[in-house]
C-alpha cells in the first residue's frame, strides 16, 4: 500500500517569504503529526491534526500552522522565514488515538532558506 | 516537561559485538518507539512497545521497555556493517487527548569491519 507522501522533496526559499508543505496519509490514517528535525535541535513535535482539528501544538512561533483537510491530506506552512527555519520537516500518520500500529513517517520536505 | 535521553550519543564499534542503546524518559509514558535514520533519509519504525515488561525482536535488534523504571534499552546483537545508522527513541504521552512523540537526541551507530 502507498506510504505517506511528502511534497516538494526539496525546497530553497528567501528569507521573508512563506512557504507551505504538503503531506498524504497513509489511506485509512485520520492522523497527521509534523515534526522538524534540524543537527542541532533535533526532532521536535510541531502539531498533530486529526479530522481537520488541530488537536495538539509544540512549542513554536506562531508563524508555524497548519490544517488537514476531509480527505485527512495535511498541510503546514510557516511565513516570514528565517534562516533557522532550514530543516528536514517530516509528517508521519497514524490511525489516530491509541493505536498499536505507532506513526509511519514520510520522507521528509527538505527547507533551506537563503 | 518531559525529557527523553539517549545514552550514548556516538557509537562506534566492531563488526560481530554486542552493544546496547538506553532510552531514559522523565514521566509516565503511554508507549515508546525506536525509528532508525539512514543519512539524508527519513525515519524507519523498527519497535512499538506497549507495556511494561514487553521485549520485541527483530533480526538483531531488541527492545525492552521497563516502565516502572522509565527505561527502555535497544541491544545490538553481533552486529553488522548495515546496521550502522542513527537510533532514535521516542516517548508517548496523550496530552489533551492529542498524542505525540518527544524523541531523543539520537544515537549514531558506526559499526566497522
Known amino acids: 500500500k502507498a506510504g505517506v507522501t511528502q511534497t516538494p522533496r526539496y525546497l530553497i526559499k528567501t528569507r521573508g517569504q512563506q512557504v507551505t508543505l504538503s503531506c498524504s496519509p497513509i489511506?485509512?490514517?485520520?492522523?497527521v503529526s509534523w515534526y522538524q528535525q534540524t543537527p542541532g535541535q533535533g526532532l521536535q513535535f510541531l502539531f498533530e491534526y486529526f479530522s481537520e482539528t488541530q488537536r495538539n501544538k509544540g512549542n513554536f512561533p506562531g508563524r508555524f500552522s497548519g490544517r488537514q483537510f476531509s480527505n485527512s491530506r495535511s498541510e503546514m506552512n510557516v511565513s516570514t522565514l528565517e534562516l533557522g527555519d532550514s530543516a528536514l520537516y517530516l509528517c508521519?500518520?497514524?490511525?489516530?488515538?491509541?493505536?498499536?500500529?505507532?506513526?509511519?513517517f514520510g520522507s521528509g520536505t527538505r527547507l533551506t532558506v537563503v | 516537561e518531559l525529557k527523553v535521553e539517549q545514552n550514548p550519543l556516538f557509537l562506534s564499534m566492531q563488526e560481530g559485538k554486542n552493544y546496547t542503546i538506553y532510552c531514559n524518559y522523565s514521566?509516565?509514558?503511554?508507549?515508546l518507539y525506536w525509528y532508525r535514520q539512514d543519512p539524508g533519509k527519513s525515519l524507519e519504525s523498527l519497535f512499538v512497545?506497549?507495556?511494561?515488561?514487553a521485549v520485541k525482536q527483530e533480526g538483531r535488534l531488541m527492545a525492552s521497555l521497563d516502565t516502572k523504571a522509565r527505561l527502555s534499552t535497544l541491544h545490538i546483537t553481533a552486529a553488522v556493517h548495515d546496521l550502522s545508522a542513527t537510533y532514535f527513541c521516542?516517548?508517548?504521552?496523550?496530552?489533551?487527548?492529542?498524542?505525540?512523540?518527544?524523541f531523543g537526541k539520537g544515537t549514531h551507530l558506526i559499526i566497522q569491519p
Open positions: 521516542a516517548v508517548e504521552v496523550t496530552r489533551g487527548g492529542a498524542d505525540g512523540l518527544t
Open positions: 489511506s485509512g490514517h485520520r492522523s
Open positions: 512497545l506497549l507495556s511494561n515488561g
Open positions: 514521566t509516565t509514558s503511554d508507549r
Open positions: 508521519a500518520s497514524s490511525r489516530a488515538g491509541r493505536n498499536d500500529g505507532g506513526y509511519t
